[in-house]
């Protein structure tokens, strides 16, 4: 008897031990009890066809950590480099030391820019190469250089030599190509930026405002104008259609006031028609339509053989490629009908803000009359001593061409301004469509205003407004403001994105993020609750509620610096099953903005943003590995339609699951089935 009540006993305890182990065991944070989230694991391992990643933290994006220097106090900024639009990862002001944490997307570009703006048209910049696989740390020098002059210190070739052609269709000839067809550009101050990217339909616009051997005024386009800065801007290489295959370097000039010239400066870009490549990069590429391959293209207008077009050009560098020319292409694929995307070689124009500015083609000899011209004028001698003729976009300081002084055009454009130059000084048809490129703002920047010499068409006594249109009466504040003399920065009732130095607080990349509550096992379709979070300069964050394809009641929650704070009650703002069934039907709503540190990033702290849905937390996991409660994807992310798995909505989403950093899978998000997501 007494054996039987130790043994009794002892299993008592047994049971006791076992309790309190699992009472003890650690916090999952799941959002239901555990055998329901078992059920959801495995459940999303089957999906999947194996194990998670055991560093997978569902967020698409790395920490990159870098120790930054500066001679004095400088607004320092972190930005793409390159291949496409910017974006603004990090900008602090910096005074001598200072730590930078930030994150990037997981399909990055392996390269990033760091400015340091010291004003007064005083900036250097630097590259740092990633290796997106690490969480990454680097120092970066950013002080000036004794001695440097202010206008001529940007260490621009120090940020760039290193950099290498990306997603580039490299001419297979390029190593015969020599002096006559690849480029280093030593000596020449715009050392490049990588691309920028411009939509299919820049080049169909620019055949359509410049064709071929015709006059441009004749056309309705303004052909005398100049420019006036309001801060840094870039330049980026667009379309050409040309026979020369002599040295033609393009270039910027400003000066301070209107009609004295014997200030102007001159600054050299890059030979821009005798050369295909640029430190082994296309000048200019084009994409077609549902492809991802970048294609090359020049501005040689008999390179066309590869396309059915019958013309062959004489350089014999360009035979044999399938590099062709943009005018060519642009009409054997029918332009925007084709062309998803066009991009070109970018530099960056500064010039002190208030100058006047324009563009140059400077090639072959200059003639007696430009020269007398020039020096009539008080153009500084320095400006002439290489003696070459000179296109420049200020029709005053050309000599006329068969009764045309004009050698460029321009024309202003959903986020850019289209320019276009004419080669030929002194002869020619003046079609402006030699060489042509887009003005953007890019990051920090501010696209310069147009100016118009006399403002007034004189043949027509109409006005040129800044947006391109002709009218009786001039229309808008900057025009008015010339004409009547006063300050052409007092823009009045202009549009506030028009204002300079309104835009000091800046937003950085923005995520999406997209929940699922459990209310339904091996739906996974990652939209029950669907945020976007858009971090900004001001150590600020919104956050906009995107949709609500669950059922169950939920509320929005974020952990800030200051502790837990719920920002909604998610169903009572847009309701249920609300943007999830193909399109949007209710526009997103701002919740809150919130306070979001220098040092928070997405890949450590998207897990501050959580829902309650049941009574239980529902959070991207602290712990890598586990099965995904929610994802946080960079960008204007497109989630899964009502009850479509995300792997239905993104095949390569299993394959980033299994592997963080599969190269091939990276950048899932940006592979849908159109039809399985909402738009």
Same mark, same amino acid.
Not at 544 to 565: C, F, K, R
Not at 611 to 619: H, T
């Given at each position: 008897?007494?054996?039987?009540?130790?043994?009794?006993?002892?299993?008592?305890?047994?049971?006791?031990?076992?309790?309190?182990?699992?009472?003890? =065991?650690?916090?999952?944070? %799941?959002?239901?009890?555990?055998?329901?989230?078992?059920?959801?694991?495995?459940s999303f391992k089957q999906m999947? =066809?194996?194990?998670?990643?055991?560093?997978?933290? @569902?967020?698409?994006?790395?920490?990159?950590?870098?120790?930054?220097?500066? /001679?004095?106090?400088?607004?320092? /900024?972190?930005?793409?480099?390159?291949?496409?639009? $910017?974006?603004?990862?990090?900008? !602090?002001?910096?005074?001598?030391?200072?730590?930078?944490?930030f994150d990037i997307p997981q399909n990055a570009d392996t390269r990033i820019a760091f400015e340091a703006?010291? #004003?007064?048209?005083?900036?250097?910049? $630097?590259?740092?190469?990633?290796?997106?696989?690490? !969480?990454?740390?680097?120092s970066i020098d950013l002080k000036l250089n004794a001695g440097s002059s202010p206008t001529r210190s940007m260490s621009i070739r120090g940020a760039m030599d290193n950099m290498q052609p990306t997603n580039s269709v490299q001419n297979p000839n390029s190593a015969l190509c020599g002096e006559s067809n690849q480029s280093t550009d030593g000596g020449y101050a715009g050392h490049h930026f990588g691309y920028t990217s411009f939509p299919g339909w820049s080049w169909d616009n620019i055949a359509k405002a410049v064709p071929e051997s015709s006059d441009p005024k004749k056309n309705g386009q303004i052909t005398n104008y100049e420019l006036i800065s309001t801060g840094p801007f870039y330049l980026s290489l667009l379309y050409g259609c040309t026979g020369t295959y002599y040295q033609t370097i393009l270039g910027y000039y400003y000066y !301070?006031?209107?009609?004295?010239?014997?200030?102007?400066?001159?600054?050299d870009l890059m030979d821009v028609l005798r050369h295909d490549y640029v430190d082994g990069y296309a000048k200019v590429q084009y994409q077609l339509n549902g492809e991802s391959q970048w294609h090359d293209a020049?501005?040689?207008?008999?390179?066309? +053989?590869?396309?059915?077009?019958?013309?062959?050009? /004489?350089?014999?560098?360009?035979?044999? +490629?399938?590099?062709?020319?943009?005018?060519?292409?642009?009409?054997?694929?029918?332009?925007?009908? #084709? %062309?998803?995307a066009v991009r070109g070689i970018t530099f960056q124009v500064n010039v002190p803000v208030g100058y006047r500015l324009g563009f140059y083609l400077k090639k072959g000899q200059m003639s007696a009359g430009q020269k007398s011209r020039l020096q009539e004028l008080g153009v500084p001698e320095e400006c002439l001593k290489s003696?070459?003729?000179?296109?420049?976009? #200020?029709? +005053?300081?050309?000599v006329s061409t068969n009764g045309r002084p004009y050698k460029s055009v321009i024309q202003k454009y959903d986020g850019y301004t289209f320019m276009g130059l004419d080669d030929n000084p002194t002869a020619g048809d003046s079609d402006c469509n030699d060489v042509t490129f887009g003005l953007t703002a890019g990051n920090g920047g501010s696209l310069p205003g147009v100016l118009l010499p006399g403002v007034m068409d004189l043949d027509t006594n109409k006005y040129y407004n800044t947006d391109g249109t002709i009218t009786d009466e001039p229309t808008d504040d900057y025009v008015k403001n010339v004409i009547e003399g006063r300050d052409p920065f007092?823009?009045?009732?202009?549009?506030?994105?028009?204002?300079?130095?309104?835009?000091e607080v800046k937003?950085?990349?923005? @995520?999406?993020? #997209?929940?699922?509550?459990?209310?339904?096992?091996?739906?996974?379709?990652?939209?029950?609750?669907?945020?976007?979070?858009?971090?900004?300069?001001?150590? !600020?964050?919104?956050?906009?509620?995107?949709?609500? =394809?669950? /059922? %169950?009641n939920s509320e929005l929650h974020y952990i800030g610096p200051n502790g837990d704070q719920k920002l909604c009650s998610v169903h009572n703002i847009l309701g249920s099953m609300t943007n999830t069934n193909g399109e949007i039907t209710k526009e997103a709503k701002l919740m809150a903005e919130v306070d979001w540190p220098n040092g928070f990033v997405m890949p450590e702290d998207a897990h501050r943003f959580y829902i309650v849905a049941k009574g239980k937390k529902v959070a991207i996991s602290t712990e890598p590995g586990q099965a995904p409660e929610a994802l946080c994807v960079q960008g204007d992310w497109k989630w899964p339609t009502e009850n479509t798995s995300i792997e239905a909505a993104y095949p390569l989403v299993g394959e980033w699951a299994k592997d963080l950093n599969n190269s091939e899978a990276r950048d899932w998000y940006n592979h849908p089935n159109n039809d399985k997501v909402v738009k």
């Amino acid at each position: 008897m007494i054996a039987v009540m130790k043994r009794k006993i002892q299993l008592f305890s047994i049971a006791c031990a076992s309790t309190l182990l699992t009472a003890c =065991g650690p916090d999952t944070d %799941i959002a239901g009890p555990q055998t329901e989230f078992d059920k959801y694991a495995e459940s999303f391992k089957q999906m999947i =066809g194996g194990e998670v990643d055991k560093r997978q933290n @569902w967020v698409t994006g790395t920490v990159i950590e870098a120790d930054v220097t500066t /001679s004095k106090p400088a607004l320092v /900024s972190v930005y793409t480099l390159g291949k496409e639009t $910017r974006s603004l990862y990090a900008q !602090k002001t910096v005074d001598g030391r200072e730590t930078f944490k930030f994150d990037i997307p997981q399909n990055a570009d392996t390269r990033i820019a760091f400015e340091a703006d010291y #004003g007064e048209h005083n900036s250097v910049y $630097r590259m740092m190469k990633l290796n997106l696989d690490l !969480k990454q740390t680097a120092s970066i020098d950013l002080k000036l250089n004794a001695g440097s002059s202010p206008t001529r210190s940007m260490s621009i070739r120090g940020a760039m030599d290193n950099m290498q052609p990306t997603n580039s269709v490299q001419n297979p000839n390029s190593a015969l190509c020599g002096e006559s067809n690849q480029s280093t550009d030593g000596g020449y101050a715009g050392h490049h930026f990588g691309y920028t990217s411009f939509p299919g339909w820049s080049w169909d616009n620019i055949a359509k405002a410049v064709p071929e051997s015709s006059d441009p005024k004749k056309n309705g386009q303004i052909t005398n104008y100049e420019l006036i800065s309001t801060g840094p801007f870039y330049l980026s290489l667009l379309y050409g259609c040309t026979g020369t295959y002599y040295q033609t370097i393009l270039g910027y000039y400003y000066y !301070k006031e209107k009609g004295n010239y014997t200030d102007l400066v001159m600054v050299d870009l890059m030979d821009v028609l005798r050369h295909d490549y640029v430190d082994g990069y296309a000048k200019v590429q084009y994409q077609l339509n549902g492809e991802s391959q970048w294609h090359d293209a020049n501005f040689d207008y008999k390179d066309g +053989d590869g396309l059915g077009g019958g013309q062959v050009t /004489s350089q014999t560098a360009r035979h044999g +490629d399938d590099a062709y020319n943009t005018l060519l292409v642009n009409q054997k694929y029918g332009g925007v009908e #084709g %062309i998803q995307a066009v991009r070109g070689i970018t530099f960056q124009v500064n010039v002190p803000v208030g100058y006047r500015l324009g563009f140059y083609l400077k090639k072959g000899q200059m003639s007696a009359g430009q020269k007398s011209r020039l020096q009539e004028l008080g153009v500084p001698e320095e400006c002439l001593k290489s003696n070459m003729g000179l296109s420049f976009s #200020g029709a +005053d300081l050309n000599v006329s061409t068969n009764g045309r002084p004009y050698k460029s055009v321009i024309q202003k454009y959903d986020g850019y301004t289209f320019m276009g130059l004419d080669d030929n000084p002194t002869a020619g048809d003046s079609d402006c469509n030699d060489v042509t490129f887009g003005l953007t703002a890019g990051n920090g920047g501010s696209l310069p205003g147009v100016l118009l010499p006399g403002v007034m068409d004189l043949d027509t006594n109409k006005y040129y407004n800044t947006d391109g249109t002709i009218t009786d009466e001039p229309t808008d504040d900057y025009v008015k403001n010339v004409i009547e003399g006063r300050d052409p920065f007092d823009y009045g009732e202009a549009k506030p994105e028009e204002k300079p130095g309104e835009t000091e607080v800046k937003d950085l990349i923005h @995520w999406t993020m #997209g929940f699922e509550d459990l209310g339904t096992i091996g739906d996974f379709d990652f939209n029950d609750v669907v945020i976007k979070i858009v971090p900004n300069t001001a150590q !600020k964050a919104k956050v906009y509620l995107m949709a609500t =394809g669950g /059922s %169950i009641n939920s509320e929005l929650h974020y952990i800030g610096p200051n502790g837990d704070q719920k920002l909604c009650s998610v169903h009572n703002i847009l309701g249920s099953m609300t943007n999830t069934n193909g399109e949007i039907t209710k526009e997103a709503k701002l919740m809150a903005e919130v306070d979001w540190p220098n040092g928070f990033v997405m890949p450590e702290d998207a897990h501050r943003f959580y829902i309650v849905a049941k009574g239980k937390k529902v959070a991207i996991s602290t712990e890598p590995g586990q099965a995904p409660e929610a994802l946080c994807v960079q960008g204007d992310w497109k989630w899964p339609t009502e009850n479509t798995s995300i792997e239905a909505a993104y095949p390569l989403v299993g394959e980033w699951a299994k592997d963080l950093n599969n190269s091939e899978a990276r950048d899932w998000y940006n592979h849908p089935n159109n039809d399985k997501v909402v738009k």
